[in-house]
């Protein structure tokens, strides 16, 4: 039987369900705990055998590797793949997405955060509380793009894309697959100098049948598709037997 760990948010959630169809073998959907090393501990302790996860989840937080500016994708696949092998656990198939930490906006001011330099002191900027002092949060903007906005106003998730609507803030932080930027038709503003590791979404094994393997190696998806797929499950419009 396969046991696909995933941990309780909406777009894992779809992705298990997508694999789900692909598979044609009994399926057992286990939850793991909602912190970034849920999925990968339980994958290591046997507890399941298929997840889903993110380069930048296990570069940073599984593995604690050293930080690296501008970050390079093939050095922290390379890395990771070695730590795996000694578990015994293999990347299967990366999806085609990544959920990878944007600036969104309701007005469109710059496509790369670099052309916000000038601008940034006229307006607003929302983020989580924890962003504003964790060192890879404003201070590493601060540092690597001298962005000094007019107020920094701290926002919890579920109000941050609201306040971005009634134009309380005019730039807020979010991730490349969030629903609401398609729902709102918004713009996004990326970090082009890398100062921020990819999220790559990707499939996990451990002794799984060479069959099996190579299904799920045709899944893919790319990021408009999984953040259509995201609002629709918001919408109650994507179905999921989980």
């Not at 779809?14 to 169809?21: F, G, Q």
């Not at 709102?184 to 499939?203: E, G, R, T, V």
């Not at 060479?210 to 799920?216: D, V």
Request: charged share 30%; net charge negative.
């Amino acid at each position: 039987m396969i046991k696909i760990g995933i941990k309780p948010f909406n777009e894992q959630k779809i992705i298990a369900e997508l694999i789900k169809k692909s598979l044609n073998s009994k399926f057992e959907i286990v939850i793991s705990e909602p912190i970034p090393q849920g999925n990968f501990k339980n994958l290591k302790d046997g507890i399941i055998n298929l997840t889903i996860d993110y380069l930048g989840t296990l570069y940073n937080a599984v593995f604690n590797l050293g930080e690296m500016v501008p970050w390079n994708k093939e050095l922290m696949i390379d890395k990771i793949k070695k730590l795996l092998d000694e578990q015994n656990i293999e990347i299967i198939n990366f999806l085609g997405f990544s959920n990878d930490f944007v600036f969104v906006s309701k007005n469109y001011y710059s496509k790369n955060l670099e052309d916000l330099k000038d601008i940034a002191n006229n307006l607003n900027f929302g983020c989580p509380p924890p962003f504003v002092e964790r060192k890879d949060g404003l201070p590493l903007l601060k540092k690597y793009y001298e962005l000094n906005f007019k107020e920094i106003i701290p926002l919890t998730v579920d109000k941050i894309y609201e306040a971005l609507i009634e134009d309380e803030v005019q730039i807020i932080t979010g991730f490349k697959t969030d629903a609401k930027i398609e729902k709102y038709n918004l713009f996004l503003i990326y970090d082009n100098k890398k100062i921020m590791p990819p999220y790559d979404a990707l499939i996990l094994g451990k002794d799984l049948d060479e069959e099996i393997k190579e299904k799920l190696k045709t899944i893919k998806i790319n990021e408009k598709e999984i953040r259509h797929l995201n609002l629709l499950y918001e919408l109650g419009e994507f179905k999921i037997e989980i």
